[in-house]
């Protein structure tokens, strides 16, 4: 087994278990927080940073999913600031309906501001470091990095792991999306950083080699559109699943019927059946072709006879996409599903759960699972 890459004694790294993302804690004058983790874990990622720091001065987004501002709400109402992209933060500032991407995603964030936008070049000290932000969009477009070069650090949020990228919405970001989540790795992978620091998944012990397995797979989402919208709709699923605690089977169908992601993605890949005015006139479409015969991605138009688009294709394929049918009536999603998108039938309750169902839900709490612990690195030493 490699050796875990040393971190300096003034940073101590969580890797928490999915669904969460990992936090950073920066000791020094100002004690400073890079992601937050769920909504349903964010008493826990509190108390964890006033154990190692006591009071928490500033709290970093890489970008605004909730397994990385969930903790965001309550750290602020405890004195925290927090900082984020500045596309992100105008958003926010602005309380656009598509915030954190939490209605569409059907993920909750409680509300919070963005005290500090953060621009490219920009430098932050950080506990007693000091820190560049580097713009990496892609994942989403305020997605950012963050640089230190004495220590050569990379927090790289979402954009890469030690086993995957990010995925990227073409429907609401784009069709070049995964054009910029390349470009952007590409740019990190410039700074040569010692150390990677991800989101999801262990500390990279070749920053060399996740590179290159980043970069290779990047392009392979550049080159195959419609995987991209495959993957991006499995991942999504999977997480659903995980802060769920599983969806009982007879309500996955119309879940997923419900979702807006779903019908982007039914749209994208042309699986669409619309219902014609005309008598026994039903148009569906789903093409089957080799991948290496594919045609450019394009949005699909909505039928000209003014026919509603639903999205059934979509979770009759996704059921297949490395579904281990097991006994039991819940479909779960572990930490497996959600680095390889697959999707899993079981029994078995799954592994985290957010306070509720969305922000504004007048629904009683749901106490999280209990999926807690994972790995905690400070300077050379490692603890679970």
């Known amino acids: 087994m490699s050796p875990q890459p040393s971190l300096p004694s003034w ?14 804690l920066l000791h020094g004058q100002q004690p400073a927080l890079v992601d937050t983790g769920f909504v349903g874990h964010a008493e826990e990622t509190a108390a964890w940073a006033r154990a190692h720091v006591g ?3 500033l709290v970093v987004n890489t970008h605004w999913h909730s397994d990385h501002v969930g903790g965001n709400a309550l750290l602020q109402e405890q004195g925290a600031t927090v900082a984020a992209g500045a596309p992100e933060a105008e958003a926010i500032g602005r ?33 007693d470091a000091e820190w560049e932000v580097v713009r990496t969009p892609g994942h989403t477009p305020g997605h950012l990095a963050l640089w230190q070069p004495e220590e050569r650090l990379l927090v790289a949020g979402d954009a890469l ?11 609401v970001d784009g069709l070049e999306a995964a054009t910029t989540a390349l470009a952007s790795l590409e740019r990190m992978a410039d700074l040569a950083p010692r150390v990677i620091l991800p989101s999801h998944g262990p500390i990279p012990a070749d920053p060399g080699a996740a590179f290159a397995a980043a970069l290779r797979r990047a392009q392979r989402l550049v080159d195959d559109p419609d995987g991209t919208v495959w993957y991006g709709a499995r ?21 997923l019927h419900a979702r807006a992601w779903v019908t982007d993605a039914a749209q994208l890949l042309d699986l669409t059946r619309v219902p014609c005015h005309r008598a026994g006139h039903d148009h569906a479409r789903q093409r089957r072709r080799h991948p290496a015969r594919r045609p450019p991605l394009r949005r699909r138009r909505p039928h000209t006879c003014g026919g509603r688009v639903t ?33 899993v039938r079981s029994g078995r309750a799954g592994r985290c759960q957010p306070t509720s169902r969305r922000p504004d839900s007048s629904a009683p709490p749901v106490r999280p699972s209990g999926r807690t612990g994972g790995v905690v690195v400070q300077a050379s030493t490692t603890t679970t």
């Open 11 to 24: 940073a101590t790294w969580w890797q928490r278990p999915f669904p969460d993302a990992n936090t950073l």
């Open 161 to 171: 792991s030690d086993y995957d990228v990010g995925w990227v919405n073409l429907a």
């Open 55 to 57: 009071e928490l001065g």
């Open 311 to 343: 999205a059934r294709a979509v979770p009759a394929r996704m059921a297949g996409f490395g579904a281990a049918l097991t006994r039991g009536g819940t479909w779960t999603g572990g930490p497996a599903a959600a680095r390889s998108g697959s999707l």
């Open 235 to 255: 991942r999504i699923f999977a997480f659903a699943l995980m802060i769920r605690d599983g969806i009982p089977t007879d309500d996955v169908e119309p879940y």
């Open 95 to 127: 309380r656009d309906p598509g915030c954190c991407a939490a209605e569409y995603l059907d993920q909750p964030v409680a509300a919070y501001t963005v005290d500090v936008p953060l621009d490219d070049g920009q430098v932050l000290r950080l506990g």
